[in-house]
T-cell receptor, first 114, second 113 residues
Framework: KQEVTQIPAALSVPEGENLVLNCSFTDSAIYNLQWFRQDPGKGLTSLLLIQSSQREQTSGRLNASLDKSSGRSTLYIAASQPGDSATYLC?????????????FGSGTRLLVRP | DAMVIQNPRYQVTQFGKPVTLSCSQTLNHNVMYWYQQKSSQAPKLLFHYYDKDFNNEADTPDNFQSRRPNTSFCFLDIRSPGLGDAAMYLCATDDGQTHNEQFFGPGTRLTVL
């Protein structure tokens, strides 16, 4: 059974710091991995999608890496800003019970202090 | 520009009073999903439709039902809401292909009094 774990559960950093959020998964037979951002009381915004054949994806100050063989992904945020404060969720896509599904981690709650 | 739309954004119902949440999409995607997310937890898949084929998760309570009258719309019906059903309900879509991205709506926050 696929399990997705995110560490740390919460993180507080001063503005301007570079930071890394971690995601691990137990079954490497994934098709892709998505990183999402969720603001309090809101839906999920997709940040980056990495296909299983890729090693990394970049968007602005965000860089996500994927090491499928070791079951790990990281989300790197450069020069963090207070507006980056949110919960960050990773999810893996896999074939399960005759359909494609996303399995989510519980998220890392990030606070960037001014 | 909105791609996945959920209505209402906030819904208050009374214990045991049926409620329906709505989702629509402009992406023409084959697959529509409903997730339940409780505070500080991961979204939990309730069920999904691939076209008209309904796929229920094994642990989804019978109290939760869904309808998909056409490609664009999907509804979540909670027949007799309990206090434990208070949560954020998220609708998502994708085109059912191997490597594709799932798109989420803004969610409906359900409160049960």
């Amino acid at each position: 059974k696929q399990e997705v774990t995110q560490i740390p559960a919460a993180l507080s950093v001063p503005e301007g710091e570079n930071l890394v959020l971690n995601c691990s998964f137990t079954d490497s037979a994934i098709y892709n991995l998505q990183w999402f951002r969720q603001d309090p009381g809101k839906g999920l915004t997709s940040l980056l999608l990495i296909q299983s054949s890729q090693r990394e994806q970049t968007s602005g100050r965000l860089n996500a890496s994927l090491d499928k063989s070791s079951g790990r992904s990281t989300l790197y945020i450069a020069a963090s800003q207070p507006g980056d404060s949110a919960t960050y969720l990773c999810a893996v896509r896999l074939w399960m019970d005759s359909s494609y599904k996303l399995i989510f981690g519980s998220g890392t709650r990030l606070l960037v202090r001014p | 520009d909105a791609m996945v739309i959920q209505n209402p954004r906030y819904q208050v119902t009374q214990f045991g009073k049926p409620v329906t949440l709505s989702c629509s999409q402009t992406l023409n995607h084959n697959v529509m999903y409903w997730y339940q997310q409780k505070s500080s937890q991961a979204p939990k898949l309730l069920f999904h439709y691939y076209d008209k084929d309904f796929n229920n998760e094994a642990d989804t309570p019978d109290n939760f039902q869904s309808r998909r009258p056409n490609t664009s719309f999907c509804f979540l019906d909670i027949r007799s809401p309990g206090l434990g059903d208070a949560a954020m309900y998220l609708c998502a879509t994708d085109d059912g292909q191997t490597h594709n991205e799932q798109f989420f709506g803004p969610g409906t926050r359900l409160t049960v009094l």
